[in-house]
């Protein structure tokens, strides 16, 4: 890239940033009542994400293969375990992860 294509491109990541970063002040002011499906979005997203993140997770696993999904499956009781606990998604994510790359790397 030559130097002004650098420039360029700092500079449209910096634009994209601070407009992510401002808009939905912008969009969503303080003194106004919060639009109705913005507050449904609130609600059902994080669910959805948590969703997603199982399907992706295991889109691969094979319980006709090498681990027969053993650490999978244990990781998903760490993680429904932590999260009936403490109701924390991120605490479930991150300790169900720990738990898994531990299993994979020092058990399986």
Request: glycine letters at 8%.
């Amino acid at each position: 890239m030559t130097l002004t294509q650098q420039i360029l491109t700092v500079g449209l990541v910096v634009l994209g940033t601070v407009l992510t970063r401002f808009l939905p002040f912008l969009v969503f002011p303080a003194g106004k009542p919060t639009p109705k499906y913005i507050q449904y979005l609130g609600k059902v997203l994080p669910s959805a994400v948590f969703g997603l993140l199982i399907i992706y997770c295991l889109k691969n696993v094979s319980i006709f293969t090498g681990s027969h999904a053993v650490p999978e499956l244990l990781s998903i009781a760490v993680v429904i375990a932590l999260h009936l606990w403490k109701r924390q998604m991120l605490l479930s994510i991150a300790g169900g992860t720990v738990f898994y790359m531990l299993l994979v790397q020092f058990v399986f």
